[in-house]
């Protein structure tokens, strides 16, 4: 029997068939994005110049400027997440809004030739420059809504969401939708922003937030999230304005 390549496998994981682009599925087609900018930074991110700069440049930056000086960089995330999502050979990971990639091409190679790292975001633009960059075989990118997601319901092992979620305008449907993919025991990291409890500095952030178009949530926001919806064993990293939450799906 021929031994199946990473975008049929993808095509066995969806709800619905997606059109081939180049490098690419795509359920979006026409649209434009998946649903309108929620502020400025989303907007910025949908640019034909982002993608040229996001990887090496942008987000790293802004990371750090988030994060703090001792928050992780761009390549402690990554290493973090690789470990917080406890990928085997063989498994099944998804890195939704990717971006450029990075995550992506990190998840495949933990996973490994039997395994399958899918990249998901809403911007060609992002998945053109993810598609150039050189990766492992096991990865393969996925154009569509990342708030409902298209995958069938118990497909995946990890799901990863870093720097993306406040930037959703229905955080918690996209919580149930990561929920909902992901199998009985697989894993969920997330990096978004954090409030402060400090009065001053809250509401300082909270302005900023608004004035970005970002969602501030509250600490301890999103760990309670993902309890209220079977997760266990969580973990919480707080640095500057930024938390990373992990947990298993019981």
Known sequence: MPTQTTTERLEGLLERPAKAEDGYLDLLGAVAQAGPPTGLTQRLMRTTLMPQVYERYWR?????????????SMAGEIRLATKLLDLAPGDTALDVACGTGRFTRAFGTAVGPGGL???????????????????????????????????????????????????????????DSFARVLKPGGRIVLL?????????????????????????????EIAASLRARGFTGITERYAGVTQIVAGRLA
Request: proline share 7%.
């Open 192 to 220: 978004t922003s954090a409030r402060r409890n400090w009065q001053p500095a809250r509401v300082a952030e909270s302005v900023g937030g608004i004035l970005s178009g970002q969602r501030m949530f509250d600490r301890g």
């Open 60 to 72: 790293p930056a802004l990371g750090r400027a988030l994060k703090g000086p001792l928050g992780p």
């Open 117 to 175: 790292a899918i990249g998901l975001d809403g911007a060609r633009t992002m998945l053109a420059k993810a598609v150039a960059e050189t990766g492992p075989a096991s990865v393969a990118y996925l154009r569509a809504d990342a708030v409902h997601l298209p995958l069938r319901e118990s497909t995946v092992d990890g799901v990863c969401c870093f720097a993306a979620l406040h930037m959703f305008a229905e955080p918690e449907t996209a919580l």
